[in-house]
């Protein structure tokens, strides 16, 4: 037997400097991922009604958004299509004063928070990065290069936590953003500084066509919490009753000043990573299929209407709301954006510097003279003529 | 090789506007200061100012920091002002944005130029550009201090002069100084700033000295202008940081040795450039040097050349010319001094600038004629 093969105790003074930190046991998740739909477990019939209407409309949204893509009013749309549990969950733990970190796949997660979908969509349509203001909202800005909002959350958490204000940071990333640097360094300084964080990874078993074995060799994702010395916690993502409570119990804890943890929401992507991706190359659909036997959306009405908490008519009804939404969303995305090109050089700096006042003004002398151009007798005409042409 | 201590230019004042400034002011008293001090009082008055100020970064609290710039700090404040963090560059900036959107006014400190390349995801894909994503909604206050530079003697990864990849993200405001009076008034300016600023601080001038007070910072023209450090007729000679005392020190030969009146001007500031006091300078002189340490190729070198060729070019008696770094990875200690722009380099470079008719008959500015 060597001692990577079982280890023992060994009867002697510890080195010098060294001392048993913590018991790793409390930190470590359970082997199962925690479930509360259809386990008969006593639940708030209102939370669950509540939870159903927003899943209903979560859904429609993703369907709606990545319908615009193929109009061409989104440039790109990362759906949650499969995985509307853990974001509507995820909104609904924080409170109003508390700010939520969201990824590019976590638009549903800003608009369930109460944003504007118009203004969520901003970054996916192209007309600017960020359409929200981050500060009104309490929800930074969508971030796209992997984990690097989780750096962002601790430090916001940290810096309330320093003036004394109750506030938490949620910040949400992908499994397969678990494997970037900032993710480490994020929850290193979280659980240091014990800053009020919580950490929501979705496994939703890829990471663009990698899946989740290419990605770590943890025992799960939710054991990397151990090794930072916070509590990792795993839960059914398609158990919207779940990830409420797990979320909600995570913040909870956090604004007691206990901590951070880290969560790992167990999901799947059902669409392609985004519309512009082709997943038959890298999945089988049966996966998909039994997938969708545990669709979120499915599992809580199965559940409300065994609960007799819901009918076809209070389904009927949740649906009509849904479309409700899409409707407007479509009606709004469907007129053109407008655009301030001179704003381009707005935000740079405070002030502009005088390079940027030279190239501002370049711009100006070219849209006039495109102004100009089409205002001109004749433009249309010849306007009319080059579409001729083409 | 030169190893100026850059008390000539400590010795000259400060920026165009200091003499108004001081004869307004009674007279504080001036003691023999380091940069490094003027810099340590800088962060221990922007600390005591404004509560939203926190000093971040590796050894920055018993230790006072590896070259001792933030030396006191926590005993003066306490660990939430002045903190020791976990040994993680990425996270250091990236906690810093997160300080920064909750309203604090972070100060990083990087150990060392070559040391803080894992911040640059943050630097580049955050801080930069954080104020215009968000429509001017989330600026970012952030102030990096960066060592820099060689003329040290140090090993490897610790001599880097990092300056260009910083210069070449817009978004960011890179400021270096060069004298003990600017390195106080620069970096109580760049704290202040609602923009990022990259601060670089030329790591051989830490020990150089002058008799200084804490000035007020007003009396440091804003982020963005240069200043004229030695007034001349023949050639400019536009520098910054480390090299601001090699080119005073081969001004000074050259008016001795050669009878040329160099001009030195200490940009202080790369991002924002001031444009008009180097156009102005060489418009005058109509010759002129770009000197720095970081490699020539795409170098700041580059950019100035080009923008002077730009602006002056009726004005100009001979191509603008580069002293630089080679394009190489940083030298060994013991060979830095062959890399390092000394006066000798300097002064050759000034003696190519076609001071004989017989150099527009045909010379050519490498050396040599056709
Ligand atoms: C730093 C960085 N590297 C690569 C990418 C390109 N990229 C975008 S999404 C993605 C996969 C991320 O997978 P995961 O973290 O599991 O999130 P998911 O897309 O599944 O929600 C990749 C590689 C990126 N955005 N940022
Ligand atoms: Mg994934």
Partial sequence: MTVL????????APPPAWRPRRDPAPLLPDQEPYRLLGTGAQLDGDLLLELYGRLVRGRRYNQQATALTKQGRLAVYPSSTGQEAAEVAAAMALREQDWLFPSYRDTLAAVARGLDPVEVLSLLRGDWHSGYDPRASRVAPLSTPLATQLPHAVGLAHAARLKGDDVVALAMVGDGGTSEGDFHEALNFAAVWQAPVVFLVQNNGFAISVPLAKQTAAPSLAHKGVGYGMPGRLVDGNDAAAVHQVLGEAVERARRGEGPSLVEAVTYRVDAHTNADDATRYREAAEVEAWREHDPVALMERELRSRELLDDEGARRTAESAEEMARDLRERMNRDPELQPMELFEHVFEHRTPQLEQQARQLRAELDAEHDASAAPGAADHSGSTKGDS | MSTATGASVNAGT????????????????????????????????????????????????????????????????????????????????????????????????????????????????????????????????????????????????????????????????????????????????????????LFLEPKRLYWSKADWSPEQPESVPEIGRACVRRAGTSATLVTYGPSLPVCMEAAEAAARDEGWDLEVVDLRSLVPFDEETVVESVRRTGRAVVVHESAGFAGPGGELAARIGERCFHYLEAPVLRVSGFDIPYPPPMLEKHHLPDVDRILDAVSRLQWESEWRAGGTPEGGVR
């Avoid at chain 2, 660990?79 to 909750?102: F, N, Q, S």
């Fill in chain 1, 5 to 12: 093969e079982q280890s023992g105790s060994y009867h002697l």
């Fill in chain 2, 14 to 197: 400060g920026g165009e506007a200091a003499p108004a400034a001081e004869a307004r002011r009674p007279q504080a008293a001036r003691k023999p200061s380091t940069m490094a001090q003027a810099l340590n009082r800088a962060l221990r008055d922007s600390l005591a100012e404004d509560p939203s100020v926190h000093v971040l970064g590796e050894d920055v609290g018993a230790l006072g920091g590896v070259f001792r710039v933030t030396d006191g700090l926590t005993k003066e404040f306490g660990e939430d002002r002045c903190t020791d963090t976990p040994l993680a560059e990425a996270g250091i900036l990236g906690t810093a944005v997160g300080m920064a959107m909750y309203g604090l006014r972070p100060v990083v400190e990087m150990q060392f130029d070559a040391f803080a390349y894992p911040a640059f995801e943050q630097l580049v894909s955050h801080v930069s550009r954080m104020r215009n994503r968000t429509r001017g909604r989330l600026p970012m206050p952030i102030t990096v201090r960066v060592p820099y530079g060689g003329g040290i003697g140090g090993v490897e990864h610790h001599s880097d002069s990092s300056e260009a990849y910083y210069m070449a993200t817009p978004g960011l405001h890179v400021v270096t100084p060069a004298t003990v009076a600017d390195a106080y008034g620069l970096l109580r300016r760049s704290i202040a700033s609602d923009d990022p600023v």
